[in-house]
């Protein structure tokens, strides 16, 4: 027997949870993210020496899409009419940090979406400095993606 307190679980197997009754509100989400490169990367980026192209155009064009397409990957989330998505970087010498703030007028939360944009936003920028980060064995020694969180929430 299934344990009734699982919202997304039922006698049937696995359902999406029921969201239809409750009250279409104005909903912000903001998720944050680290990725650490080397400082010589970082002077590229910054001085839009990338072969590939320019970094943090191509992780904010990456992490918009990501945002709208949330529903695609995460299993059981609500396709949401996200109303706005801001993706904004700081640059330091030896990490950049993303944010995406997303927000949207709706019956759940935008949390998801927002930690899936900066999740893809900081893989882009990888993929796209991956060439200058190898080491001579293929390796990326000090390439790391980590804290990622979601720093704000708000109704109104």
Not at 20 to 34: I, S
Not at 82 to 104: K, P, S, W
Not at 130 to 145: M, Q, R
Request: charged content about 25%.
């Amino acid at each position: 027997m299934v344990n009734k307190e699982f919202t997304h679980l039922s006698n049937k197997g696995v359902k999406m949870v029921e969201v239809g009754n409750k009250a279409d509100v104005k909903r912000t989400a903001t998720a944050k993210g680290k990725i650490n490169l080397q400082s010589v990367t970082i002077d590229m980026i910054k001085n839009d020496e990338m072969k590939k192209g320019n970094v943090l155009t191509t992780a904010q064009i990456a992490a918009i899409g990501a945002v709208k397409s949330t529903h695609h990957v995460i299993p059981l989330c609500h396709p949401l009419k996200i109303t706005g998505v801001d993706v904004d970087f700081n640059v330091e010498d030896n990490f950049i940090e993303t944010e995406v703030t997303v927000r949207c007028t709706g019956k759940t939360g935008v949390e998801m979406e927002a930690l899936t944009g900066v999740s893809v936003a900081l893989l882009t920028v990888w993929d796209m400095v991956k060439s200058v980060e190898k080491d001579e064995n293929g390796h990326y020694p000090s390439t790391s993606i980590y804290d990622i969180v979601v720093s704000e929430k708000r109704k109104e």
